[in-house]
T-cell receptor, first 115, second 114 residues
Framework: KQEVTQIPAALSVPEGENLVLNCSFT??????LQWFRQDPGKGLTSLLL?????REQTSGRLNASLDKSSGRSTLYIAASQPGDSATYLC??????????????FGTGTLLAVQP | DAMVIQNPRYQVTQFGKPVTLSCSQT?????MYWYQQKSSQAPKLLFH???????NEADTPDNFQSRRPNTSFCFLDIRSPGLGDAAMYLC?????????????FGPGTRLTVT
């Protein structure tokens, strides 16, 4: 059974710092991995999606990497801003036989960027 | 332009009183999902519809039901809410059930049970 873990559970940094959020998964047979942002009391906003054949994806100040063999992904946020404060969730889709779009989520990292 | 809409955003219900949460979409996607997210926990898939075909997750309690009267709308019915059902309920859609199809999430409905 796939388990997705995110460490740390919470992180507080001063504005302007670069930071890394970690995601690990126990079963490397994934189809892809996706990072989401969730603001308090809100739904999920997709940030980056990495296919299993890719090593990284970039969008603006965000860079996500994937090491499928070791079961790890990182989300790098450059020059953090107070507006980046949110919970960041990673989720994997498994590469089971047949079509399945089931997302398996981690519990998230709560990020606070202090002005 | 909202693509996945959930109503209401906040719902308060009494213990044991049936409640219905609503999701609608303007994407014309074939698949609609319902997730439950309890405080500080990961979202957990309850069930999904592929067109009119209902697919229940093995560990979804019988207390949770769903209806999809047409492509655009999907409802989550909780027949007898308990205190443990207080959570954020997230609706998502995708074009198909294959892994290549990204899911689009609504803003969620936060359910409180008193």
């Amino acid at each position: 059974k796939q388990e997705v873990t995110q460490i740390p559970a919470a992180l507080s940094v001063p504005e302007g710092e670069n930071l890394v959020l970690n995601c690990s998964f126990t079963d490397s047979a994934i189809y892809n991995l996706q990072w989401f942002r969730q603001d308090p009391g809100k739904g999920l906003t997709s940030l980056l999606l990495i296919q299993s054949s890719q090593r990284e994806q970039t969008s603006g100040r965000l860079n996500a990497s994937l090491d499928k063999s070791s079961g790890r992904s990182t989300l790098y946020i450059a020059a953090s801003q107070p507006g980046d404060s949110a919970t960041y969730l990673c989720a994997v889709r498994m590469n089971y036989g047949g079509a399945t779009n089931k997302l398996i989520f981690g519990t998230g990292t709560l990020l606070a960027v202090q002005p | 332009d909202a693509m996945v809409i959930q109503n209401p955003r906040y719902q308060v219900t009494q213990f044991g009183k049936p409640v219905t949460l609503s999701c609608s979409q303007t994407l014309n996607h074939n698949v609609m999902y319902w997730y439950q997210q309890k405080s500080s926990q990961a979202p957990k898939l309850l069930f999904h519809y592929y067109d009119k075909d209902f697919n229940n997750e093995a560990d979804t309690p019988d207390n949770f039901q769903s209806r999809r009267p047409n492509t655009s709308f999907c409802f989550l019915d909780i027949r007898s809410p308990g205190l443990g059902d207080a959570a954020m309920y997230l609706c998502a859609t995708s074009r198909s059930t294959g892994q290549a199809y990204e899911q689009y999430f609504g803003p969620g409905t936060r359910l409180t049970v008193t």
